[in-house]
Nanobody
């Protein structure tokens, strides 16, 4: 079993920044590819960003491209989502996710098998 634990959410004013973290633990799971998703009240969960095992490749939703940066520290089994120039529409619960093989990094939510509990991000106008 794999456990994913997010942290770093909070309340920030529009234009501000937050950095989310997600730590992977449990089953031997060496540097899995990871994804970030978010879900706003009354809306479906949507893709935000993904990163390859090495961190050399990243992939972003158009809505966050240029504002969010996905990175990782494999020595700490931790991935980070740096969120800058935050907007009220970024308000959501943010989830990190991984697939069973640790290889998939993309936008298809159905490909992910393991999910964290989520961390709330609220951006005030």
């Amino acid at each position: 079993q794999v456990q994913l634990v997010e942290s770093g959410g909070g309340l920030v004013q529009a234009g501000g920044s937050l950095r989310l973290s997600c730590v992977a633990s449990g089953r031997t799971f060496s540097s899995p590819a990871m994804g970030w998703f978010r879900q706003a009240p009354g809306k479906e969960r949507e893709f935000v960003a993904a990163i390859s095992r090495s961190g050399a490749r990243t992939y972003y939703a158009d809505s966050v491209k240029g504002r969010f940066t996905f990175s990782r520290d494999n020595a700490k089994n931790t991935v980070y989502l740096q969120m800058n120039s935050l907007k009220p529409e970024d308000t959501a619960v943010y989830y990190c996710a991984a697939d069973r093989d640790g290889s998939y990094y993309g936008s298809q939510i159905g490909e992910y098998n393991y999910w964290g509990q989520g961390t709330q991000v609220t951006v005030s106008s």
